[in-house]
């Protein structure tokens, strides 16, 4: 996988793109199975948690086919990210975000009220939303608090502020 991907977002003037540390957390949290497989609550899914249409039950997907399955995903979910976030974002939040809807879809990113919260300017109180979402069939589920944690951790960690531009005269 390269370390950078070609598609960028524009959020709040800012421009954001799929960095390398989403890609790498994504990757990490979701695992990679290359023969299709039912998740924990009965979902097909095939390698970095790949739940799309198309899944061809008993294929072996090729390392190829995974890494561009993830890149396209990543730009619909980030696409979906900034289509409901009203305001802008640095990378971190960026990453913490599409990492979260990357596993519970857009409608639930949408619908919430970490996104509620982030809208009004309340970034920490959406950053620790994050930690609610640890259930899935009903259950709470070490992986996703251990997952939410991490995303919560990145969606808190302040950006270096830019270096200023050197002004050359002549």
């Not at 061809?56 to 995903?73: F, H, R, S």
């Not at 270096?160 to 002004?167: I, M, N, Q, R």
Request: hydrophobic residues 35%.
């Amino acid at each position: 996988m390269k370390k950078s991907l070609t598609f960028k977002q524009k959020a709040g003037g800012a421009v954001l793109a799929a960095s390398a540390t989403l890609v790498g957390t994504v990757a990490m949290w979701e695992g990679t199975e290359y023969v299709p497989y039912r998740d924990i609550v009965g979902v097909l899914t095939v390698c970095q948690g790949y739940t799309g249409p198309g899944i061809v039950p008993g294929k072996v997907y090729t390392k190829a086919e995974c890494d561009q399955l993830l890149v396209q995903e990543l730009t619909q979910h980030g696409q979906g990210v900034l289509k409901c976030t009203k305001v802008p974002l640095n990378q971190n939040q960026y990453d913490a975000m599409v990492s979260f809807t990357y596993n519970v879809g857009v409608g639930a990113y949408c619908g919430s009220t970490l996104v509620r919260k982030l809208n009004q300017g309340d970034y920490t109180g959406a950053c620790n939303e994050l930690r609610r979402w640890v259930y899935a069939g009903g259950k709470r589920v070490q992986g996703l608090a251990n997952r939410r944690e991490a995303e919560r951790s990145l969606c808190l960690k302040p950006m270096p502020l830019p270096e200023p531009a050197e002004v050359v005269t002549s």
